[in-house]
């Protein structure tokens, strides 16, 4: 039997990862991508927009309405990721002037148009802050019937990156974050636990170059940029490319282990705020309440982000 693509509305911060994540996701047969929503994070959410335009006009990814979400967290003011994204939140290539226009409704009403006139349930692939998703779910309650799965990047099953507990996504927005996990929907979580899988080697780097087209280079240019922040910041040899994981999970679910969970996020602690509990071995005998990535194919991974890339031609 034919599978029909999964529709999703995919919100993001780019940010270098972020923008491959738009290539898979625009790319792929299995994903009928209804919309791009942006978030601060990364960069401010204008840059971030920016950046959104800019990677679909290069990619000629036409007729997926983009707009702007919230500038900043529920609580408090931005935090920026502008250490390994750079100034632009796309540092490394140069961009021309984008083609592809924003939508003038904001992310939220976006969204909230998107999900209740398609006829079937939508999943949102959040790659960004949660500012975004929260929102949707305080001001239009009855959504969450027409939501099939919440499927982040974001939180760790160990160890932070943005401080030694908390991942970039939920430190931004803890409060955010809290709101998705308690939300009672399928939230599934690709922490940096398994996007510390996908490591953008010399090796994968090559096989992007040898695409010899103008989208296979400017990656290995984004990658580059990327890595040399990376390096500088955590003395990794080769970038982790976090975003794409959590649309990979979509595209084939098999790529991505997952284990049921209890999920916490810290949003009091001192030095933890942003910390995603992750309850591994059930001893707190709370509900499992999301879907934990734990394990990736990272062989197939680079099979289907470098085989997006190539159809683009
Ligand atoms: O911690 C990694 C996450 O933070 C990725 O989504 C990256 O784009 C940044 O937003
Ligand atoms: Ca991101």
Not at 16 to 31: K, T, V
Not at 116 to 121: D, F, G, V
């Amino acid at each position: 039997m034919v599978q029909m693509p999964r529709p999703i509305i995919l919100d993001c911060d780019p940010g270098h990862d972020d923008a491959l994540a738009i290539l898979l996701a625009a790319a792929s047969p299995e994903i009928d991508l209804l919309a791009i929503t942006t978030v601060g994070g990364n960069q401010t959410v204008e840059k971030c927009t920016l950046n959104a335009r800019r990677i679909c006009t290069v990619a000629g990814i036409t007729g997926v309405p983009i707009a702007a979400g919230a500038a900043g967290p529920l609580l408090g003011s931005l935090h920026i990721g502008g250490y390994v994204h750079g100034e632009s939140g796309l540092d490394g290539p140069a961009f021309a002037d984008p083609t592809v226009p924003q939508v003038d409704e904001s992310a939220v009403d976006l969204m909230r148009r998107v999900i209740t006139e398609h006829p079937e349930p939508v999943t949102i692939v959040a790659i960004g802050p949660l500012t975004n998703v929260a929102l949707l779910l305080r001001v239009e309650p009855r959504i969450a019937d027409r939501i099939q799965e919440i499927v982040i990047m974001g939180g760790s099953t160990d160890r932070g990156n943005d401080t030694p507990y908390a991942e970039f996504n939920i430190r931004v927005d803890p409060e955010a974050a809290d709101i998705v996990f308690r939300s009672g929907l399928k939230v599934t979580m690709c922490g940096l636990n398994v996007t510390h899988q996908a490591l953008a080697t010399p090796e994968v780097l090559a096989r992007f170059r040898a695409l010899g087209t103008k989208l296979g280079d400017l990656c290995v240019e984004l990658l580059t940029f990327f890595g040399s922040s990376y390096f500088k910041t955590w003395g990794f040899e080769s970038p982790p490319l976090h975003d794409p994981v959590a649309v990979a999970r979509v595209i084939d679910p098999s790529i991505v282990v997952c284990l049921p969970q209890p999920v916490a996020v810290e949003t009091a602690g001192r030095y933890t705020r942003g910390a995603t509990v992750v309850d591994l071995h059930h001893l707190s005998g709370d509900p499992d309440n999301a879907m934990v990535a734990t394990e990736l194919d990272a062989e197939r991974f680079w099979d289907l982000m470098i085989g997006a890339v190539a159809s683009y031609g």
